[in-house]
């Protein structure tokens, strides 16, 4: 394993066993209580899209999230013949993704082994640009704000990253509800005929890997009294270990992020402690659900030690709980850097397999788990 230390002096051992701060702000738990209340009183209904999205037209369906904004996306179904057994909700980073048309390619093999996968764009971004208010923001106008909007506020519920959080969970529910044979008539041919629920798995990628961390913690037994989330499967998670980062890291969303506090110097405590309540460490206490990880030694854009700690929050057994590590995480390094990445994809492709349990899938996969020297 890669003894050079990064750019904040620790090594890989190190760096992959950092941990970040899981003590919540002091409002954490009236906020989440009021947003959650919020997120139940909606009825999300996932529908096929009959008004184009000119920013992406390849979104095929859409729901209805917080504050009334369409998210776009684009459901694929498994290949003619083979039977839904589950589905997937995947997430995307904090740039501006590739079309959602484009996109599909990457979830070919897991859609042939019965999983129907539901990739989201959250609001603002193309496809879910049709309803841009004060919610949210066009990320036509700058893709480095839109993390940022309404932070400040004095009122933190304007703030757009719990909404976006909205966006992820009620994908959840409406992929639940679909393959229940609620709601969204069109799916209900593709439906398997098991008495058991169907599995709903949860996937991201960087800043989609930190939202899709809090939506299991927030949709973890608060629902009918179980997990709405089976399974897991994170890349780079960002949004993780805020009071490091804000004192450590001076790239990406930290770097934002301590603009914004300079910017306002009168309130750096409260907004510190706004920032927390959208920390994935603080949230990841309540992740008991099987996970797989991608993280990397390096990173510039989430700095490595804070996808770490994200993991290393997740409060799965010992035994749920895989670490996929790569030289570097958000660019695209040398050829060994590469031929891990791929590999990853292979790997997550076992973990969602619903044939099997993720310990199933994951023992072929073991050897393979560590980044050798």
């Given at each position: 394993?890669?003894?050079?230390?990064n750019?904040f002096?620790?090594?890989?051992?190190?760096?992959?066993?950092?941990v970040g701060?899981p003590?919540?702000?002091?409002d954490?738990?009236?906020?989440?209580n009021?947003?959650?209340?919020?997120?139940?009183?909606?009825?999300?209904v996932l529908?096929v899209?009959?008004?184009v999205?000119d920013s992406?037209?390849?979104a095929t369906?859409e729901?209805?999230s917080?504050?009334?904004?369409?998210i776009g996306?684009?459901?694929m179904a498994?290949?003619?013949?083979i039977?839904v057994r589950?589905s997937?909700?995947?997430?995307?980073?904090y740039t501006t993704?590739e079309?959602?048309?484009?996109?599909?390619?990457h979830w070919?093999t897991?859609?042939?082994?019965?999983?129907?996968?539901?990739?989201?764009?959250?609001r603002?971004?193309?496809?879910?640009?049709?309803d841009?208010?004060?919610r949210?923001i066009?990320?036509?106008?700058s893709?480095r704000d839109?993390?940022?909007?309404?932070?400040t506020g004095?009122d933190?519920?304007?703030?757009?990253?719990?909404?976006?959080l909205a966006?992820v969970?009620?994908?959840?529910?409406v992929?639940r509800?679909?393959?229940?044979g609620?709601?969204?008539?069109d799916l209900?041919p593709?439906?398997?005929?098991e008495?058991?629920?169907p599995?709903?798995?949860?996937h991201?990628r960087?800043?989609?890997g930190g939202l899709?961390?809090i939506?299991a913690?927030?949709?973890?037994g608060?629902m009918l009294?179980?997990?709405i989330v089976?399974r897991?499967g994170?890349e780079v998670?960002?949004?993780g270990?805020?009071r490091?980062?804000?004192?450590?890291?001076?790239?990406g969303?930290?770097?934002?992020?301590?603009e914004?506090?300079?910017?306002n110097?009168?309130?750096?405590e409260?907004?510190?402690?706004?920032?927390r309540?959208?920390d994935?460490?603080?949230?990841g206490?309540k992740?008991?659900?099987p996970t797989?990880?991608m993280?990397?030694?390096?990173?510039?854009?989430?700095?490595?030690?804070?996808?770490a700690?994200v993991?290393?929050?997740?409060?799965s057994d010992?035994?749920?709980?895989?670490r996929f590590?790569v030289?570097?995480?958000h660019r695209?390094g040398d050829?060994?850097?590469?031929?891990?990445v791929?590999l990853?994809g292979k790997?997550?492709?076992?973990f969602?397999?619903?044939s099997r349990?993720?310990m199933e899938?994951?023992?072929a996969?073991e050897?393979?788990?560590r980044?050798?020297?």
């Amino acid at each position: 394993m890669d003894s050079i230390p990064n750019d904040f002096g620790l090594n890989a051992v190190r760096t992959y066993s950092h941990v970040g701060d899981p003590t919540p702000a002091p409002d954490h738990s009236v906020f989440w209580n009021a947003w959650f209340e919020r997120l139940g009183q909606e009825s999300p209904v996932l529908q096929v899209r009959d008004v184009v999205d000119d920013s992406d037209p390849s979104a095929t369906h859409e729901y209805v999230s917080s504050h009334g904004v369409r998210i776009g996306c684009r459901l694929m179904a498994p290949p003619s013949g083979i039977a839904v057994r589950g589905s997937l909700v995947t997430v995307h980073g904090y740039t501006t993704p590739e079309t959602l048309e484009q996109e599909e390619r990457h979830w070919s093999t897991i859609r042939e082994r019965g999983i129907a996968v539901l990739a989201i764009r959250l609001r603002g971004y193309p496809g879910s640009r049709m309803d841009i208010n004060n919610r949210t923001i066009d990320l036509d106008s700058s893709d480095r704000d839109w993390v940022t909007h309404g932070f400040t506020g004095y009122d933190h519920k304007d703030w757009v990253l719990p909404d976006a959080l909205a966006d992820v969970c009620n994908a959840v529910r409406v992929m639940r509800n679909a393959l229940l044979g609620r709601d969204a008539k069109d799916l209900q041919p593709w439906i398997e005929g098991e008495a058991r629920r169907p599995d709903v798995y949860l996937h991201g990628r960087s800043l989609g890997g930190g939202l899709a961390t809090i939506a299991a913690a927030q949709l973890s037994g608060r629902m009918l009294g179980r997990p709405i989330v089976d399974r897991l499967g994170i890349e780079v998670p960002s949004l993780g270990a805020w009071r490091w980062r804000l004192e450590h890291a001076s790239m990406g969303l930290s770097k934002r992020f301590n603009e914004m506090l300079d910017q306002n110097p009168d309130r750096r405590e409260e907004l510190v402690n706004r920032l927390r309540l959208m920390d994935a460490v603080v949230h990841g206490r309540k992740v008991r659900v099987p996970t797989l990880a991608m993280l990397a030694s390096r990173d510039e854009v989430a700095p490595a030690p804070s996808s770490a700690a994200v993991f290393n929050a997740i409060d799965s057994d010992p035994g749920q709980k895989w670490r996929f590590c790569v030289p570097f995480g958000h660019r695209a390094g040398d050829i060994t850097n590469t031929r891990r990445v791929a590999l990853f994809g292979k790997v997550l492709s076992d973990f969602f397999d619903p044939s099997r349990t993720p310990m199933e899938s994951m023992a072929a996969w073991e050897p393979e788990m560590r980044l050798e020297s």
